[in-house]
């Protein structure tokens, strides 16, 4: 698990690192210069993102096809790397539509009897996943009104966290699956 933890941290590191692109350090003169030229192509263009293509966050929920977070429009690598961060900073995304594809996953634990219901997002590589709880919006009952485990879903709801037993754990509330077959 640690080493899965690193490999996670590292990998956002390197991610975070190659889209910095040509970032230099500047100083005296020469700054205020840098300064006034970012601020006169700033006004130019409504389009420019700063700091080298990384977006503020302020601006990262612009929505795209009606959700706040589309993880199906983003690359392997991105999308990865954005449910790292949903994660790692869960109060960021709270109250935000989220759409995401992937297997679905079921877990029953028998201590408690609570069932869960993820879609497993993997890594470009496909070695590391991370699933993102869902609860549907309506009275469902597994297996009945869920798909066979490993099938590829589409599902969308409204980013939640909790926690339990020591633990942080996502999860998209008032969920629905866009592919909605009454039988699986």
């Not at 889209?19 to 350090?25: A, L």
């Not at 997002?121 to 496909?126: E, F, G, R, V, Y």
């Given at each position: 698990m640690r080493v899965i933890e690193l490999f996670s941290v590292l990998s956002?590191?390197?991610i975070c690192l190659c889209?910095?692109?040509?970032?230099?350090?500047v100083s005296g003169d020469n700054a205020r210069s840098t300064a006034a030229s970012a601020a006169e192509s700033e006004a130019a263009s409504e389009t420019t993102v700063p700091f080298g293509g990384i977006v503020p966050k302020e601006e990262k929920f612009k929505g795209a096809n009606g959700f706040d977070v589309d993880l199906t429009e983003l690359s392997a690598s991105m999308v990865?790397?954005?449910?790292?961060?949903m994660v790692y900073n869960?109060?960021?995304?709270?109250g935000k539509t989220v759409r995401a594809r992937g297997p679905f996953s079921y877990f029953k634990d028998e201590g408690t009897g609570n069932e869960y219901f993820a879609v497993l997002?993997?890594?470009?590589?496909?070695c590391c996943s991370q699933g993102i709880e869902f609860v549907l919006d309506?009275?469902?009952?597994y297996p009945k009104d869920y798909p066979a485990v490993d099938t590829e879903i589409t599902v969308n709801g409204v980013f939640n966290?909790?926690?339990e037993n020591g633990f942080t754990y996502c999860q998209l509330t008032n969920a629905v699956l866009?592919?909605?077959r009454l039988s699986w």
């Open positions: 956002a590191a390197a889209s910095c692109g040509d970032v230099k350090p990865y790397a954005e449910v790292y961060d869960p109060d960021d995304y709270v997002i993997s890594d470009a590589t496909a309506g009275d469902y009952t966290y909790y926690k866009e592919d909605s």
